[in-house]
């Protein structure tokens, strides 16, 4: 009853979609009205069919119905609730479901919060996203059902990957990256929709977009971050990112959302680079699907890779499709794309978002070389070739130093203005400040031109996003008198984007200081030791109390307990372990990892006797690895603050009809600019 009810869901809700993105065309001749209320009809029915076809599945994986081919390949009545619920994601058909029902949701939220703009520009919006959702839908009723039938019926099932269910952050780390990569649906589909209703020459689709990609684009973040924690505590080798190609699918899409959400502001303040955003946002889409494919058509060996098998072919040619159509209709509107500003000054804030695209567009580039070019070289050449990290480093380290810097002059400047003497003196104490660090840290830490660089260029960028802050309040104070916590509450709700966007410069500051000392000053210790056997790593003691094992429902676990000394006393006690699950072959380790804010201390079990008489300690001293999850979390904190502004549904219903909206006029404070989209 659950397999059928979950699989006539999807059914139903693929004609819904089909019958939705077809029928739209006839309602649009009876005028806008027929047009929306058929396009959110249709979208809030397709929400309800994948709801009750995820909560089919959920209630299958509970009950343990090994009948249902999905829950045979991942379910296992010894895998403990938590992990059975969230091995939803876990495999290649749940996957997939978990991604329509997502697209189905964000489908939802856009036409029903928009469902007082005038125009076609939303209904259209609605089309696009049904159109995508048939694709999907294709997928799941046909090569992807996860409601297969399977007879006869086993006794028990496989469980899902160890892997997948070795840390709570399984279930942090993948919703959030579907949150993420499918909600970039929404600005493509705003995109497309304009350029369908003839709209993509104004700026209305642009900002009606702008809160629903930050709101993706934080989402992403949060999932990047979450994957690089994941991998630190579950893979037990020590780091957080090792440029794997799916790790670097997931990467692609931020820069040049990142890129887009910086043009944007150009666009919308001098009326250029129209063409450009279209193209970022179209990209942006294209590299979700992309990263999807790569994930799940069996091309990769990676942890992150689902399975082999021909579905990757459908993926490859959706791929081409969203090319051909944008393609088409960009080059049928490109008399409305052309810009209708044009840059007036060298030294401005505009030029410094241009370099800052650019940089952000060949990071992407340099990425996708070295992720795409093995698999390229092996289907032209058939050989092996490996693109690792010291390819990756090389060529991204420079461009990485590079935005600190633009992260850093881009708040300094004015818009449209060139005043060198003026920038000059705003740049020149964050100059000063960069210069002493650079000098501090050559002569005391490292002599790693990248390590120095990176504190160099931070340190500018930090002192020039928060004197923003610190100027703007103190105008508060002398013009209104308020005290300092309330003017600098009051100046991030007046420019919730502006204050926003230095909010999350300031957490990617956090997160390249975090990866420049945990990278330039790792160091590791490796040890045997029997019980009471101590070993030093870096200014600690640490001596093994006991090796201990303990049967789980699905694994067996082997530990040991170590004390963690300094200065002769027991400062703390951690115990890294090996998992054994009946489906891997090797064990899957769980690090221990001591947590400060100046830095990690980390261990992982590397071997261990049988009979408890030793074991083999791996310690590795991490500088500064907490600040990569702090600073993203303060990335996603900006993200939310920048997206949070008032709705002011009125301007936005001017804008559509294209009615020039009344603008607020800047605060009359001598030293506050006027407000910035920054």
């Known amino acids: 009853m659950t397999r059928l009810l979950g699989y006539d869901a999807l059914v139903v809700a693929l004609a819904v979609a089909l019958f939705g993105a077809l029928a739209s065309a006839f309602a649009a001749k009876r005028g806008e009205n027929a047009l929306g209320a058929m396009v959110r009809g249709s979208v809030l029915t397709l929400f309800g069919l994948t709801s009750v076809a995820v909560i089919a599945m959920v209630v299958g994986l509970v009950r343990h119905d090994f009948s249902i081919s999905y829950v045979a390949q991942v379910g296992s009545r010894s895998t403990p609730l938590f992990f059975t619920i969230i091995s939803l994601w876990g495999a290649l058909e749940g996957s997939i479901l978990f991604w329509i029902w997502v697209l189905s949701m964000w489908a939802a939220l856009v036409v029903w919060r928009n469902r007082d703009v005038p125009g076609r520009l939303v ?27 399977v007879t006869p019926v086993p006794a028990d099932g496989p469980g899902p990957n160890p892997l997948l269910q070795n840390h709570v952050l399984m279930a942090v780390h993948p919703p959030l990256l579907y949150l993420g990569y499918v909600g970039m649906s929404v600005p493509f589909a705003f995109a497309i929709a304009a350029l369908i209703s003839g709209d993509a020459g104004k700026d209305t689709w642009l900002r009606l977009t702008r809160r629903w990609t930050l709101l993706a684009w934080g989402f992403l973040s949060a999932a990047i971050i979450a994957g690089m924690w994941w991998s630190y505590e579950v893979l037990g080798w020590g780091g957080y990112w090792a440029w794997d190609p799916v790790e670097n699918a997931s990467f692609l899409p931020w820069l040049t959302a990142t890129a887009f959400l910086h043009s944007a502001m150009v666009q919308e303040r001098r009326g250029m680079l129209k063409l450009w955003n279209v193209n ?12 999807t494919f790569l994930t799940r058509s069996g091309v990769l060996s990676s942890v992150h890779a689902f399975t ?69 070289a092996e289907a032209v050449r058939g050989v092996k070739v490996s693109v690792g990290e010291p390819f990756f480093n090389r060529m991204t380290l420079p461009m990485c130093a590079a935005l600190l810097f633009l992260m850093g002059v881009g708040p300094a400047l004015p818009w449209r203005r060139s005043d060198l003497a003026e920038a000059r003196a705003k740049l020149l104490v964050p100059s000063i400040v960069a210069i002493v660090v650079a000098v501090l840290t050559a002569v005391a830490l490292t002599r790693n031109a990248y390590a120095i660089a990176s504190f160099a260029f931070a340190a500018f960028a930090l002192v020039c996003n928060v004197r923003e802050y610190w100027l703007g309040a103190a105008a508060r104070r002398r013009a209104l008198g308020e005290s300092p916590g309330i003017a600098l509450v009051n100046l991030v709700s007046a420019n919730r984007r502006r204050y926003g966007g230095y909010i999350a410069h300031i957490g990617v500051i956090c997160v390249a200081v975090g990866v420049a000392a945990s990278s330039a000053f790792r160091a590791e210790y490796d040890g045997t030791l029997k019980p009471g056997g101590r070993m030093q790593a870096g200014g600690f003691d640490l001596a093994l109390d006991s090796l201990w094992g303990r049967e789980e429902p699905q694994r067996a676990v082997v530990g040991a307990t170590v004390r963690v000394l300094r200065g002769g006393r027991e400062i703390d006690r951690l115990t890294p372990r090996m998992n054994f699950y009946r489906t891997q072959d090797s064990p899957v380790p769980t690090p221990a990892v001591r947590s400060r804010p100046w830095g990690d201390l980390y261990l992982n079990l590397m071997a261990f006797e049988q009979d408890g008489s030793s074991a083999t300690i791996r310690a590795i001293r ?44 800047p605060m009359p404070l001598p030293e506050l600019e006027p407000a910035s989209t920054a």
């Not at 995508?132 to 799941?140: A, K, M, N, W």
């Not at 970022?280 to 990263?291: N, P, Q, R």
């Not at 991490?622 to 904190?637: A, N």
Request: with cysteine; charged share 10%; glycine share 10%.
């Open 308 to 376: 082999t098998g021909t579905i990757g072919y459908f993926f490859l040619g959706f791929i081409a499709v969203v090319l051909l159509v944008s393609f088409v209709l960009v080059a049928g509107h490109s008399e409305s794309l052309r810009s209708s500003g044009r840059l007036d000054a060298p030294i401005a804030r505009e030029t410094v978002f241009l370099l800052n695209n650019l940089f952000l567009t060949a990071f992407m580039f340099t990425v996708l070389l070295g992720t795409l070019f093995p698999l390229v």
């Open 622 to 665: 991490e500088p500064l690895v907490p600040w990569i999850w702090i600073g993203g979390l303060i990335v996603c904190l900006g993200a939310i603050v920048a997206g949070s502004g008032p709705a002011r549904k009125r301007a936005a219903l001017r804008e559509t009809l294209g009615v020039e909206p009344e603008r607020p006029q």
């Open 123 to 149: 209904p259209y919006t609605g089309v696009v996203l049904l159109s995508i959702s048939v694709f999907f839908l294709i997928l799941l009723v046909g090569p992807a059902n996860p409601f297969g039938l």
């Open 280 to 291: 970022l946002i179209v990209s942006t889409y294209a590299l979700t699907i992309l990263g």
